[in-house]
Structure formats: C-alpha cells, structure tokens
C-alpha cells in the first residue's frame, strides 16, 4: 500500500509541476520492474483522481494477483521472461485481463529467460524490448512527435 501511495504521490506532483517541468499533464505514466510491476498496476487499480496514470509499462511483474479494472484504465504494456515462474502467469494474466475489459494491451513474453533483463545485453531477442516499448509509446501518442 505505501508503494501505491508513494506512486500517486509522485503523480499528482509531476501534473501539479507539467507546466514548469514541461510535461504534458495528460501523457503521466508509471513504469515498473519486479515488484515495481506491481505498484503499477495497485496505482491504476486504485484510481484515485488525478493520481492514476494515463499509460503502464510493467517489466517482469507483477506476480499472479486479483485485479479489478476501473472503467478508464489505461493502456498496458508488459515485457516479461518465459521463464519466470509464477510471475509469467500473471503477466499473461494481466494482460488477459485488459484486454477481457477491451483496453489496449500488448504482451511480450521473452524465451530462455526469467527476470532482470532491463537493459543488459544478451545476445538474445529480449535485448529489443526497449525497441518494442518505444514502438507501442508511439503507437499511443505518448511521446512528443
């Protein structure tokens, strides 16, 4: 719970500051690693107004967990190793889960790896999720053109 709070928090301040920080106020989302993931998705779940992002990226988490979609959740995208156990379940899970409630998700699920992928090189197709993530920001319209 605190994480969420901390999340929102740091929402509401970033839109509070868009002007002098030159940030659009209706392009603010989150982006979480791990248990990061999970933040993410708890900030969206909980949907308190003005404190809820407009996009989430969630790397190799959350782990399986219920998730009740609020009307205006916003577009998903998650990136996560095929062999991270439990935790490639409930990635697929959640993007199941968006799309069951018609919002816009896409799901990338990385062979022969588990977690902890971020930016180091591999020699592996996973090394291109940041390529993937750039493309669906630009799909969305999140980034200045």
Excluded at 45 to 66: E, K, M, R, T, W
Excluded at 103 to 132: C, I, M
Aim: aromatic share 8%.
């Amino acid at each position: 719970r605190m994480g969420v709070a901390d999340a929102q928090q740091a929402l509401l301040l970033v839109r509070k500051n868009a002007q002098q920080w030159r940030v659009d106020p209706k392009r603010v989302g989150i982006m979480g690693f791990s248990a990061g993931g999970g933040v993410s998705v708890g900030t969206v779940v909980a949907n308190a107004p003005g404190a809820s992002p407009d996009f989430i990226i969630s790397v190799y988490g959350p782990s399986l967990q219920d998730v009740i979609l609020p009307a205006n959740a916003p577009p998903l995208f998650v990136a996560v190793g095929s062999n991270h156990f439990n935790v490639t379940n409930g990635c697929i899970a959640l993007f199941a889960e968006w799309k069951k409630a018609g919002k816009p998700a896409e799901l990338h699920v990385y062979d022969q790896v588990t977690a902890g992928f971020s930016l180091q090189k591999r020699g592996l197709p996973v090394d291109a999720w940041p390529d993937r993530l750039l493309d669906w920001m630009q799909l969305h319209k999140l980034l200045n053109p």
